[in-house]
């Protein structure tokens, strides 16, 4: 049995709006976070300096209000990085590299801020 | 047609600097070149996620293909920089080819430093090293670590999540000693070894009969490039405040840059994201004609087990360290001290403290020994 096994993963879509309106859905793997499927889909809006490290606070979105109970909650960690969003912090703030993809998440909606940093 | 801006090197720092070139509005050719053969990655992950298996190594590209077209950002990876004539403006590429430049910018970063004389040692800085690491480990059933610091740690963590046997040498009498004070030094060891892992310090004598060995212990900047085309060089492509070299076309960004740090009063050289981002950004910055001084407070991070450390500052040539929080709880922070004012601090699991430090380290370190001991105390109102 190998340590670092690849199985081929299922993807959900989801839909990245920009702050313009611009809107796109794209497939993102069961497994990878909201941030990822931004980032390998050059999805703008999405900074992503750390890498997912949650420390930069520069892949913030606002997750559209009906999605918002199909996530877990909000971490110490992630509380303490929302702190530091460039743009302003709503109810509906997230970090997009701390929301894993389930399948559950099939449809997710959100929102990118017109600036990360 | 303008000659624009080349990039010699395409880590972090380099990726970095074509992006912000991009975002700052920069509308010339902007070449990142780069001479490993696929596309710009990530590193941190090789020894966090990757070698724990958490995160799959084909998943670290900084960005996919068809950014780099869509944002004209041309890309030549498989590609050296093989010298620089700083008269016609030009490089000249290993292999054949040259490209002119408006302005150069060094992102050249380290090598390992490798240990003379020992055969079959594996080394951690890039996605090909981190494969053959875990290709090792596959069939090791012990794991013998040469130095203590972030990467020989973070392997050795992972190693032994993997249920591997793993030891450590560490010739300092503690880990990470450059980067963190005793008492984190002190907590580190503990947790290691609560998981199995053993220890030898004061000692660079590894069991040759391991498995497999890995050595963390270091890197070297790469400054063949710009020494051979005249830059000033020591410990590092020397660069002012504004991160120029001793030519005012040429740039010298992340790992391989030695910069006047606002923090030590001295010469500084970094190996972290935060140095290659920022620096990158304040480059991109000047090139678009908002020169401003480098004045970054510097922070990084390490994994190790089910513990997250994050520094902001330099703590180098501290007084005083004061704990915040219990250190056996595994969520405290340390805050480290220079003639009463505080120039580090390190965070276990207290990520609130990491950011409220980054900011009171922005702004002069404004904090007694006594509030950062103190839990009632809410460090963000020093800030």
């Given at each position: 049995?190998?340590?670092?096994?690849?199985?081929?993963?299922?993807?959900?879509?989801?839909?990245?709006?920009?702050?313009?309106?611009a809107?796109r859905?794209?497939?993102?793997?069961?497994?990878?976070?909201?941030?990822?499927?931004?980032?390998?889909?050059?999805?703008?809006?999405?900074?992503?300096?750390?890498?997912?490290?949650?420390?930069?606070?520069?892949?913030?979105?606002?997750?559209?209000?009906?999605?918002?109970?199909l996530l877990?909650?909000?971490?110490?960690?992630?509380?303490?990085?929302?702190?530091?969003?460039?743009?302003?912090?709503?109810?509906?703030?997230?970090?997009?590299?701390?929301?894993?993809?389930?399948?559950?998440?099939?449809?997710?909606?959100?929102?990118?801020?017109?600036?990360?940093? | 047609?303008?000659?624009?801006v080349?990039?010699?090197?395409?880590?972090?720092?380099?990726?970095?600097?074509?992006?912000?070139?991009?975002?700052?509005?920069?509308d010339?050719?902007?070449?990142?070149?780069?001479?490993?053969?696929?596309?710009p990655?990530?590193?941190?992950?090789?020894?966090?996620?990757?070698?724990?298996?958490?995160?799959d190594?084909?998943?670290i590209?900084?960005?996919?293909?068809?950014?780099?077209?869509?944002?004209?950002?041309?890309?030549?990876?498989?590609?050296?920089?093989?010298?620089?004539?700083?008269?016609?403006r030009r490089?000249?590429?290993?292999?054949?080819?040259?490209?002119?430049?408006?302005?150069?910018?060094?992102?050249?970063?380290?090598?390992?430093?490798?240990?003379?004389?020992?055969?079959?040692?594996?080394?951690?800085r890039?996605?090909?090293?981190?494969?053959?690491?875990?290709?090792?480990?596959?069939?090791?059933?012990?794991?013998?670590?040469?130095?203590?610091?972030?990467?020989?740690?973070?392997?050795a963590?992972?190693?032994?999540?993997?249920?591997?046997?793993?030891?450590?040498?560490?010739?300092?009498?503690?880990?990470?000693?450059?980067?963190?004070?005793?008492?984190?030094?002190g907590?580190?060891?503990?947790?290691?070894?609560?998981?199995?892992v053993?220890?030898?310090?004061g000692?660079?004598?590894?069991?040759?009969?391991?498995?497999?060995?890995?050595?963390?212990?270091?890197v070297?900047?790469?400054?063949?490039?710009?020494?051979?085309?005249?830059?000033?060089?020591a410990?590092?492509?020397?660069?002012?405040?504004?991160?120029?070299?001793?030519?005012?076309?040429?740039?010298?960004?992340?790992?391989?840059?030695?910069?006047?740090?606002?923090?030590?009063?001295?010469?500084?050289?970094?190996?972290?994201?935060?140095?290659?981002?920022?620096?990158?950004?304040?480059?991109?910055?000047?090139?678009c004609?908002?020169?401003?001084?480098?004045?970054?407070?510097?922070?990084?991070w390490?994994?190790?087990?089910?513990?997250?450390?994050?520094?902001?500052?330099?703590s180098?040539g501290?007084?005083?360290?004061?704990?915040r929080?219990?250190?056996?709880?595994?969520?405290?922070?340390?805050?480290?001290?220079?003639?009463g004012?505080?120039?580090?601090?390190?965070?276990?699991?207290?990520?609130?403290?990491?950011?409220?430090?980054?900011?009171?380290?922005?702004?002069g370190?404004?904090?007694t020994?006594?509030?950062?001991?103190?839990?009632?105390?809410?460090?963000?109102?020093?800030?």
């Amino acid at each position: 049995m190998s340590l670092f096994s690849r199985k081929p993963k299922e993807t959900v879509s989801i839909t990245y709006i920009s702050h313009t309106g611009a809107t796109r859905a794209v497939p993102v793997p069961v497994g990878a976070s909201v941030m990822e499927g931004a980032v390998s889909n050059s999805i703008d809006g999405i900074v992503a300096e750390c890498g997912g490290a949650c420390l930069c606070a520069t892949c913030h979105v606002y997750v559209e209000e009906s999605c918002l109970e199909l996530l877990e909650p909000v971490a110490a960690e992630e509380e303490a990085m929302l702190e530091n969003t460039c743009s302003k912090r709503l109810p509906n703030s997230r970090l997009s590299c701390q929301i894993n993809v389930t399948k559950e998440l099939e449809g997710l909606i959100v929102r990118t801020p017109e600036a990360q940093q | 047609m303008a000659a624009g801006v080349v990039i010699a090197g395409a880590g972090q720092a380099g990726f970095q600097c074509a992006l912000s070139l991009r975002a700052e509005g920069y509308d010339g050719p902007v070449t990142l070149i780069g001479d490993e053969d696929s596309l710009p990655y990530q590193r941190p992950p090789l020894s966090k996620g990757c070698l724990s298996g958490k995160t799959d190594l084909d998943a670290i590209d900084l960005r996919p293909a068809a950014f780099y077209e869509t944002n004209r950002i041309e890309l030549r990876m498989g590609r050296r920089v093989e010298s620089i004539d700083r008269q016609s403006r030009r490089v000249t590429l290993a292999g054949g080819g040259d490209v002119p430049y408006e302005y150069l910018v060094l992102a050249t970063g380290c090598r390992n430093r490798e240990l003379p004389g020992v055969d079959g040692v594996c080394y951690l800085r890039t996605r090909e090293e981190a494969a053959a690491i875990m290709e090792r480990l596959e069939t090791s059933e012990t794991v013998a670590v040469i130095g203590g610091g972030f990467i020989g740690l973070e392997v050795a963590a992972a190693a032994a999540g993997h249920g591997r046997k793993v030891s450590v040498v560490e010739p300092q009498p503690r880990l990470m000693q450059r980067a963190v004070g005793p008492i984190v030094s002190g907590f580190f060891r503990e947790l290691h070894e609560r998981n199995g892992v053993q220890f030898a310090f004061g000692t660079s004598a590894v069991d040759l009969s391991a498995d497999m060995i890995v050595a963390g212990i270091g890197v070297v900047p790469r400054t063949e490039l710009a020494a051979a085309a005249g830059l000033t060089i020591a410990n590092g492509i020397v660069v002012d405040s504004r991160l120029r070299t001793s030519d005012d076309l040429i740039f010298a960004i992340g790992d391989c840059a030695a910069f006047p740090s606002r923090f030590t009063g001295a010469m500084l050289r970094l190996e972290s994201v935060q140095n290659a981002v920022d620096h990158a950004r304040c480059v991109a910055g000047a090139i678009c004609g908002r020169e401003a001084g480098y004045t970054a407070v510097p922070w990084f991070w390490t994994d190790q087990f089910n513990a997250k450390l994050q520094t902001a500052g330099l703590s180098g040539g501290f007084d005083a360290e004061v704990v915040r929080g219990v250190v056996e709880s595994g969520k405290f922070s340390v805050g480290y001290f220079r003639e009463g004012r505080l120039i580090a601090m390190d965070s276990i699991n207290q990520p609130a403290d990491h950011i409220t430090a980054r900011k009171l380290l922005a702004a002069g370190g404004n904090l007694t020994l006594h509030q950062a001991a103190d839990l009632t105390f809410d460090l963000k109102a020093a800030v």
